[in-house]
């Protein structure tokens, strides 16, 4: 749609007619926004709906469906230099399946919900080969299978992405080990992970091992 009063708005339509609205038009164009932005795709009756490469003044792209002036559908929105999701959009925001590959080669693949991971999803980091495969609530681990290269993995409860509270390391031997994670804030604040836009607080955590819930299983064997 047009930007009224905005004069360096600009609509283009496919034989290079120049228009200042995109009122009621329905077909290919290119709109160029005051703000810098650039859309050329689909119309319907003056709005974005269909398919379509939209560019922001910023360096995003956003390249797929867009309905009713918003993205939805499939798509793949590039952050620049903070990563890229490819997967379905819903009014605007990432919501359904999708990826999300972050500038140092990590993958999220899984839900989302409102522009938040959401659901059942797999994080891989590139620089360990270690996956974390749990449920997100609301962009936040909540219970989770961290596995390590070795095949050694940790199951357990998880909040602010890190391990919270009771779970079990087992081993590739059979062996496991009980105890719980604490965390504790710390004063500083990490930056904000590529899909996320506020900083967090820093935390650190611990191990704590419950003696009494330490089973081997080469002894259980012996007894048996």
Same mark, same amino acid.
């Given at each position: 749609?047009?930007?009224?009063?905005?004069?360096?708005?600009?609509?283009?339509?496919?034989?290079?007619?120049?228009?200042?609205?995109?009122?009621?038009?329905?077909?290919?164009?290119?709109?160029? *926004?005051? &703000? @810098? #932005?650039? /859309?050329? !795709?689909?119309?319907?009756? $003056?709005?974005?709906? %269909?398919? =379509?490469? +939209?560019?922001?003044?910023?360096?995003?792209?956003?390249?797929?469906?867009?309905?009713?002036?918003?993205?939805?559908?499939?798509?793949?929105?590039?952050?620049?230099?903070?990563?890229?999701?490819?997967?379905?959009?819903?009014?605007?925001?990432?919501?359904?399946?999708?990826?999300?590959? *972050?500038? &140092? @080669? #990590?993958? /999220?693949? !899984?839900?989302?919900?409102? $522009?938040?991971?959401? %659901?059942? =999803?797999? +994080?891989?980091?590139?620089?360990?080969?270690?996956?974390?495969?749990?449920?997100?609530?609301?962009?936040?681990?909540?219970?989770?299978?961290?596995?390590?290269?070795?095949?050694?993995?940790?199951?357990?409860?998880?909040?602010?992405?890190?391990?919270?509270?009771?779970?079990?390391?087992?081993?590739? &031997? @059979?062996?496991?080990?009980? !105890?719980?994670?604490?965390?504790?804030?710390?004063?500083?604040?990490?930056?904000?992970?590529?899909?996320?836009?506020?900083?967090?607080?820093?935390?650190?955590?611990?191990?704590?091992?419950?003696?009494?819930?330490?089973?081997?299983?080469?002894?259980?064997?012996?007894?048996?």
């Amino acid at each position: 749609m047009s930007n009224a009063g905005d004069e360096e708005y600009k609509f283009v339509l496919e034989d290079g007619t120049e228009k200042t609205s995109s009122r009621d038009y329905t077909g290919k164009a290119t709109a160029h *926004y005051g &703000n @810098g #932005d650039v /859309y050329e !795709g689909q119309f319907v009756q $003056g709005v974005r709906d %269909g398919y =379509g490469v +939209y560019r922001y003044e910023n360096g995003q792209v956003y390249e797929g469906d867009f309905k009713e002036n918003l993205k939805h559908g499939v798509g793949k929105l590039t952050y620049g230099e903070k990563g890229s999701y490819h997967g379905y959009f819903e009014s605007g925001k990432r919501h359904g399946e999708g990826v999300f590959m *972050y500038p &140092n @080669g #990590d993958t /999220y693949s !899984g839900w989302w919900k409102d $522009g938040f991971k959401d %659901g059942k =999803g797999t +994080y891989e980091y590139k620089d360990t080969g270690m996956l974390v495969k749990g449920v997100w609530r609301k962009g936040q681990l909540t219970e989770a299978k961290w596995e390590l290269p070795s095949g050694v993995h940790f199951d357990g409860t998880f909040e602010n992405n890190l391990p919270n509270g009771v779970g079990k390391w087992k081993f590739q &031997n @059979g062996n496991y080990v009980c !105890g719980d994670y604490k965390q504790e804030v710390g004063e500083e604040e990490e930056e904000p992970a590529d899909d996320e836009e506020e900083p967090k607080p820093k935390i650190n955590i611990t191990w704590n091992t419950h003696p009494h819930l330490y089973h081997s299983a080469m002894a259980i064997n012996r007894v048996i």
